[in-house]
């Protein structure tokens, strides 16, 4: 989940460069640079030529770029990839962990997943190794509770390390609103990289399944509503497993700030939780709300809305 920013910026594309407005439309940050990631603990990623790095929002480049790929701050930390390994910098550009592992993730609740050998275990902020490399694969911790692999089974783990529910699953997502997604019966598909068939369900952080897996796909809890998927289309189910708003949609994406982008064909628009279409479907592409203002995009153009519907950034490219 995205923090609350009391000045938040957005990035935009004009003649193909990349600057930042405000929530008002206004130009904070002219568009001269390669690519732009989003602002996070007030630094974004910049990419200039094909190395990365990070700029302020003065507009300044305060950590050069030398890297071959950032991620966003978080906890007062970024993973960054240098000749071939991950490490970690701070807001000063400083190493807290040089880059010495096979793969890193974003810190999340003071910690971060690391792997090395085809292990994964956690750092914490003083770049300290609290949980040893002995998963197969792990994720964020997200409400206290991170998922790990073990063999080809998921499960998940406490902050000591300790497994508090057991390895199980053939797939797992985090924990959002309390309950994390799971599933049963599907198989690693090798080409994908994904897991393809068996049902999604929903446990408890006790394990205990909440919502049976009853779904084709399924997302996180977001705003006490979850998207899932069955017999090809898309709808919402609550905290119950009953659905709030049934599937009949082509595809859909999280509620955020009350509403949240939907499509039919090829076309997205924005419904509210009273299933009521708000913004009609008049988009190529549609992400949630953050911040009062949505990313959509025509013509393999992106602009930004406000929740009436107006442009707050025509697309532009």
Known sequence: MKA???????????????????KTGKMVIKPEFDYVGPFS?????????????????????????????????????????????????????????????????????GLAAVESDG??????????????????EA?????????VMVG?????????????IQEKFDDAGDFSEELARVNIGGELHKGKGIVIGGKWGYINKNGDSIVSPNFDEAGEFSEGLAIVKSASKWGYID????MAIRAQFSNAKNFSEGLAPVSKGNRWGYIDQSEKVVINFEFEKAEPFFEDLAEVWIENKYG?????????WKPTE
């Open 4 to 22: 609350k920013d009391s000045k938040p910026f957005f990035h935009i594309r004009k003649n193909s460069r990349y600057g930042f407005i405000d």
């Open 41 to 109: 603990e007030g630094l974004a990623v910049v990419w200039i030529g094909d190395k990365e790095g990070y700029l302020d929002k003065k507009g300044k480049v305060v950590i050069e770029p030398i890297f071959d790929e950032a991620g966003n701050f978080s906890d007062g930390f970024a993973a960054v990839w240098y000749l071939g390994k991950w490490g970690y910098v701070d807001r000063k550009g400083k190493y807290l962990l040089a880059p010495v592992f096979d793969y890193a993730v974003d810190f999340s609740e």
């Open 119 to 136: 292990k994964s275990g956690y750092v914490d902020k003083k770049g300290k190794l609290v949980i040893p490399q002995k998963f197969d």
């Open 139 to 147: 994720g964020d911790f997200s409400e206290g509770l991170a998922k």
């Open 152 to 164: 080809k089974k998921w499960g998940y783990i406490d902050k000591k390390g300790k497994i508090v």
């Open 239 to 242: 905290k119950q497993g009953k």
């Open 304 to 312: 930004y809305i406000d929740k009436t519907g107006k442009y707050i």
